[in-house]
C-alpha cells in the first residue's frame, strides 16, 4: 500500500543530531513485574485471554498480557500440548523484529553514534556519488525511501521454494546490491509504502556503519542492556522453538531462514521476554536505553486521509479513549504475532500463534481489540 507521506515537524534527533535527555514523564512509575507462569483462576483479565486464545484457530496459541507489572500468560490450541510447555517456546516475530529495529536506530541517534539522516548508499558504497535526494536511515525506518515492499527480482529467485524459505535465496550482498541499483519512482520522504527491503536495507547500513555484524550489534546495543538473553536471531530445534504450520493448521512448515532480511524479521522469543521488551516501554526509567524507549513513542509521521494513520520509529500508534495505542504485527510462513502496549493504562500485550495468515484470521483482530479492551 503506498499513500503520501506527511512527516511532522520532528524534534531532534530525527533525523538530525541528539538532542539533552528528556526528563522522565511525572506519569512513570517504575514497578517490579510479578510473573506467575499459571493464570490466576478467575478475574477479568484471565477471563478476556482465556476467550482471546479460544477465538484463535491455531495449532499453538500464547496471549501474554502485563497490567501494571503483574503477568498474567493463557496459552491452548487445536494441537496436542507440546512436549515443552508453549510458554516457554520461542516464536518467530516476522515483521514484529522491525521495532527491535527501530529501538536500535533510535538507540544511535539519541547516543550521537549517528544521524537518521545519513544517505543510506554512503554508508554501503563509499565511492559511490551521492543522490540528490538519497535515501536516509530514516527514509528505510518509517517506509518513505519509494521501496517496494520487496526486491524485483525477489519473486524469481524464491519461488522454487516459496512455500518452503524464499528469504534464504536472497543473502545480504544481493539485498544490498538491489537497493544501490534501485531507482525510486517518487523522491523519498513524499510517499508511505511498507517495505521488507527497506528495512532490510537499514540493518545492512547500520552493520556498515558500525563495522559489527547485524546479531552481535543488536545484541549489543538492545538485547543484552535490556535483560533480553533468551531470544535469539536464528532458528533452534523443537526442544526452544515453535514449530509454524501452513494456512491448514497441520502441516508442519521448517524454520524460518530470512537470509539478508534479519533486520526486517529475525527476531525469535518467549512471550517472557516480550513482556519484559513491552514493559521497557511502558516505563522506561532505570533502563539503559531509557532515552530510545521515549523516543520510539514519538509520532514521526502521519499519513492517509485526514492524516489518521500514525507511526513512530517503531511502531504504529492509534489513538485510544485512554490514550495512545502502540502496536506492530508479524507474520512468517508458518507462525503469526502481535505485539502492542498503552503506556495510560500501564499495559502490555504479546500474542503468538503458530499457523499462516489466512483470509479471515481471527488472529491480529482479537490481539487487537484486547489490547485496546484493557
Request: proline letters at 11%; charged letters at 20%.
Amino acid at each position: 500500500m503506498t499513500t503520501r507521506a506527511h512527516p511532522r515537524a520532528r524534534p531532534a534527533p530525527w533525523p538530525g543530531e541528539p538532542e539533552q535527555p528528556e526528563q522522565p514523564e511525572e506519569s512513570e512509575q517504575p514497578e517490579q513485574p510479578e510473573e506467575s507462569e499459571q493464570p490466576e483462576e478467575s478475574g477479568e483479565p484471565d477471563e478476556l485471554l482465556a476467550a482471546a486464545v479460544d477465538a484463535v484457530d491455531a495449532p499453538d496459541v500464547v496471549f501474554a498480557l502485563s497490567r501494571h507489572g503483574r503477568r498474567t500468560l493463557r496459552t491452548g490450541g487445536t494441537a496436542p500440548p507440546p512436549p515443552v510447555p508453549r510458554h516457554r517456546l520461542r516464536y518467530e516475530l516476522g515483521s514484529a523484529s522491525k521495532t527491535f529495529t527501530g529501538l536500535l536506530l533510535a538507540h544511535r541517534t539519541r547516543t550521537g553514534a549517528l544521524s537518521a539522516g545519513l544517505p543510506a548508499a554512503a554508508l554501503l558504497d563509499p565511492s559511490r556519488r551521492s543522490d540528490r535526494d538519497p535515501v536516509t536511515l530514516a527514509h528505510l525506518i518509517t517506509h518513505t525511501a519509494g521501496l517496494p515492499a520487496l526486491p524485483a527480482d525477489f519473486f524469481v529467485r524464491g519461488l522454487p521454494v516459496w512455500h518452503t524459505n524464499p528469504y534464504a535465496r536472497y543473502p545480504a550482498e544481493r539485498v544490498v546490491d538491489a537497493f544501490l541499483r534501485h531507482r525510486p519512482r517518487h523522491r523519498p520522504g513524499t510517499r508511505w509504502h511498507y517495505s521488507n527491503f527497506g528495512v532490510a536495507v537499514l540493518g545492512h547500513a547500520l552493520t556498515a556503519a558500525t563495522g559489527t555484524p547485524w546479531d552481535a550489534l543488536l545484541t549489543g546495543q538492545v538485547l543484552r542492556p535490556l535483560g533480553l538473553g533468551g531470544i535469539t536471531l536464528g532458528p533452534g530445534g523443537p526442544d526452544t522453538d515453535a514449530t509454524g504450520h501452513r494456512k491448514d493448521g497441520t502441516t508442519p512448515v521448517p524454520p524460518l531462514d530470512v537470509g539478508g532480511f534479519q533486520a526486517a524479521g529475525a527476531v525469535r522469543a518467549d512471550p517472557h521476554d516480550l513482556l519484559t521488551f513491552l514493559e521497557a516501554h511502558l516505563d522506561p526509567s532505570d533502563h539503559p536505553l531509557a532515552d530510545a524507549l521515549r523516543a520510539v513513542r514519538r509520532p514521526v509521521l502521519r499519513r492517509g486521509i485526514g492524516h489518521r494513520h500514525v507511526h513512530t520509529v517503531a511502531w504504529f500508534q492509534h489513538p485510544t479513549e485512554h490514550g495512545p495505542m502502540y502496536f506492530h504485527g508479524g507474520a512468517t510462513l508458518g507462525q503469526q504475532a502481535f505485539l502492542g502496549f498503552r503506556p495510560a493504562t500501564g499495559t502490555a500485550l504479546a500474542a503468538l500463534c503458530t499457523r499462516r495468515f489466512r483470509a479471515r484470521d481471527t488472529f491480529v483482530p482479537t490481539a487487537y481489540a484486547l489490547l485496546a479492551e484493557l
